[in-house]
């Protein structure tokens, strides 16, 4: 967990410090997702007393990822003489290149799949890059930026992750919403997180809004499918400026719950998105579903292919209309790969790039139909890779009865908190008692189950469940499945 090992981190530091002792102009690039405005949010708070910074995060109109010439030759006017990326550039090549004609000092931090090539910087900060003593190669951009942030400081303590409560719990945010796995580092700075998540004024504020009671905790999947939700619509609809001003302390209640009330209209729109995808997907014997609609609006493109993915059990592309250009979102289940198909196709792209389970790319104009063609191609070629691809369905617990329960209470503690990597346990119960309509997909706390098992408009079901728990130990049973028993 140690910062002071990881050379690459020194050296970022050390850079960044002494322009901050030549009192020059330092700009922070960030990227406009959670992770990419939290890892702002955490860079620029250590720069606050140190330096005068300013910040520039691409809107999503930007078709494509990383610098962009036009943007550095204005931070250049502005007077900026360090620039530092975080949770992007590390596939900005020619972009690094003509930085450092300019005589603009670079450092890339970013946690993205490496490109063949490296881009030129005085110091490249990813953890993809093997190098001895780094942390996890899967921290998120803002795990990196949290890193960088404490070396700033020096040699930093054993318990650092709790001296800057809000950074870290900015990066547990963020952690939690890129869905890296939550193992290692990751799993330290989402448990750490929590806690100061809650306790984060400005980001408990939102509690109200979305229905989170102080008393009932909070979990990764509790954050996914409150906080996430929200934050993105806020972002996708340019909203960025705000959302980093959110994160900091600067909380517009009313445009908030403008935002919130869009975002449950937003939502409907989407189911039935991913519904009428999702039998288009089904229709089509190809295992790799490969979907297009000029359409749908640019921001539910990624929401609804993973919504395809999922309900559907194989990788999924929608191409869309953004800016102008044919773009595509893309989700997936390892082992598949989407950055080598990616690669494999890179004569279609203007710009391509994420992760193997998560990537997007902006389409060369007139080239769409052929790519189309050859993603179906590729889909065939990678069949017997495709089908093994899957979301495990095993189960961990066989119990008769809710009272079987209690023995795994304890090691779910120790586990928690749960996320890719690290799944909780799923749970199938020969008989349970539940409310006679539910069905998959309701959530139910677990001391509410037990206090209920003689109410009698409770019926006995067979089920099958994942287990969810909070940081303030509230445990949860989430319905996959359920069958009325007799
Ligand atoms: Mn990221």
Not at 88 to 110: F, R, V
Not at 233 to 249: A, D, N, V, W, Y
Request: charged share 25%; glycine share 8%.
């Amino acid at each position: 967990m140690n910062p002071a090992g990881w050379a690459s981190l020194q050296k970022a530091a050390e850079i960044i410090n002494r322009a901050c002792r030549e009192n020059r102009l330092v700009a922070v690039w960030g990227h406009d997702d959670i992770d990419g405005i939290a890892s702002t949010a955490i860079m620029l708070d250590a720069l606050r007393d140190k330096a005068k910074a300013i910040y520039y995060i691409p809107p999503k109109s930007v078709t494509h990822y990383g610098l962009d010439r036009e943007v550095i030759d204005q931070l250049l006017a502005k007077g900026v003489s360090l620039l530092i990326t975080v949770d992007s550039g590390i596939s900005s090549l020619d972009e690094a290149e003509y930085a450092a004609s300019k005589g603009l000092e670079l450092i890339i931090t970013d946690h993205h799949e490496l490109p063949p090539r490296l881009p030129k910087a005085v110091c490249l900060l990813n953890p993809k890059i093997p190098e001895d003593l780094r942390p996890s190669p899967d921290l998120a951009g803002a795990g990196v930026a949290l890193y960088l942030a404490a070396a700033m400081d020096g040699e930093p303590s054993e318990g650092w992750l709790n001296e800057y409560p809000h950074r870290t719990a900015w990066a547990a945010l963020a952690t939690i919403t890129d869905r890296v796995p939550m193992t290692g580092e990751n799993w330290h700075i989402a448990r750490a997180g929590l806690d100061f998540i809650e306790n984060n004024q400005v980001i408990g504020q939102l509690n109200d809004l979305l229905g989170i009671s102080s008393d009932q905790g909070l979990s990764p999947r509790i954050i996914s499918q409150t906080y996430v939700g929200l934050l993105s619509s806020g972002i996708s609809q340019g909203f960025r400026h705000e959302t980093l001003e959110l994160l900091q302390g600067d909380f517009d209640h009313q445009r908030w719950k403008e935002l919130y009330s869009d975002e449950q209209l937003w939502l409907n729109r989407m189911e039935d998105q991913v519904a009428a995808k999702t039998e288009t997907a089904l229709a089509d014997p190809n295992p790799l579903k490969v979907l297009a609609d000029e359409q749908m609006p640019w921001s539910l493109v990624g929401p609804v292919v993973g919504g395809v993915r999922d309900r559907t059990g194989h990788p999924a592309i929608i191409l869309g209309r953004k800016n102008g250009l044919t773009a595509g979102e893309c989700r997936g289940f390892e082992p598949f790969d989407f950055v080598a198909l990616l690669n494999e196709l890179k004569g279609f792209f203007l710009q391509h790039g994420g992760h193997k389970p998560a990537a997007g790319f902006t389409v060369i104009e007139g080239r769409e139909k052929e790519l189309i063609e050859a993603l179906r191609k590729y889909g065939i070629k990678n069949q017997n890779l495709i089908l093994r691809s899957k979301p495990s369905e095993k189960t961990d617990h066989r119990l008769a009865r809710l009272d079987q329960i209690t023995p795994i209470l304890p090691e779910m503690l120790l586990r928690a908190p749960y996320g890719p990597a690290n799944q909780p346990p799923v749970c199938e119960f020969e008989n349970l008692l539940l409310p006679k309509y539910s069905q998959p997909g309701d959530r139910y706390w677990l001391k509410y189950l037990i206090a209920s098992q003689k109410n009698e408009d409770f019926i006995n079901f067979k089920c099958s469940c994942t287990m969810d728990v909070t940081h303030k130990n509230n445990f949860y049973l989430d319905i996959l499945s359920v069958k009325a028993n007799g």
